[in-house]
T-cell receptor
Framework: KNEVEQSPQNLTAQEGEFITINCSYS?????LHWLQQHPGGGIVSLFM???GKKKHGRLIATINIQEKHSSLHITASHPRDSAVYIC??????????FGTGTRLTIIP | DAMVIQNPRYQVTQFGKPVTLSCSQT?????MYWYQQKSSQAPKLLFH???????NEADTPDNFQSRRPNTSFCFLDIRSPGLGDAAMYLC????????????FGQGTRLTVV
């Protein structure tokens, strides 16, 4: 069964802290997305990965295909980073399968 | 510039009164998706269009319909909204069903009163 699991479900941290959100998936994938959703807002695509690592500003996403695991890192976190971060996987020729998200709160 | 645009951002409708949500795209993508996302849950796929071919998910209620009059526009019609249909509705596009890249709209938050 195609499954995506995220941890933690909720994360609260102080401004400036280094943040890590984890995503694991059940079987091989063709791509993995990291998405951001602010309260009451739509979804913004942050990264799409099929291997290795990508960086955009203070955000870094990595994926380990052998371990079926991906991480999203935020350096020098800021209150405006507070949002729900969602991992979504493309299993083979299937459509996106979403994780349930990680709610991140950054306290000033 | 926004590439997937949903209108309106917020919609309030009465119980049982038909409502239509709109999605447009400037990407010329073949596939358009509609997702329903209830509070604190992952988005749930309702249906998708590949060009004019409509693909309904097995557990999508009959109350939900969709139209795609041309490549750029796709509509979600809720024939008789119930209180349980209050949710965020997300539109997304991709080049093909198997294409891994997807672009999302800002969503429409539907409130049923």
């Amino acid at each position: 069964k195609n499954e995506v699991e995220q941890s933690p479900q909720n994360l609260t941290a102080q401004e400036g802290e280094f943040i890590t959100i984890n995503c694991s998936y059940s079987v091989g994938i063709s791509a993995l997305h990291w998405l951001q959703q602010h309260p009451g807002g739509g979804i913004v695509s942050l990264f799409m990965l099929s291997s290795g690592k990508k960086k955009h500003g203070r955000l870094i996403a990595t994926i380990n295909i052998q371990e079926k695991h991906s991480s999203l890192h935020i350096t020098a976190s800021h209150p405006r980073d507070s949002a729900v971060y969602i991992c979504a996987a493309v299993f083979g020729n299937e459509k996106l399968t979403f994780g349930t998200g990680t709610r991140l709160t950054i306290i000033p | 510039d926004a590439m997937v645009i949903q209108n309106p951002r917020y919609q309030v409708t009465q119980f049982g009164k038909p409502v239509t949500l709109s999605c447009s795209q400037t990407l010329n993508h073949n596939v358009m998706y509609w997702y329903q996302q209830k509070s604190s849950q992952a988005p749930k796929l309702l249906f998708h269009y590949y060009d004019k071919d409509f693909n309904n998910e097995a557990d999508t209620p009959d109350n939900f319909q969709s139209r795609r009059p041309n490549t750029s526009f796709c509509f979600l019609d809720i024939r008789s909204p119930g209180l349980g249909d209050a949710a965020m509705y997300l539109c997304a596009t991709s080049r093909a069903v198997r294409a891994p890249e997807a672009f999302f709209g800002q969503g429409t938050r539907l409130t049923v009163v």
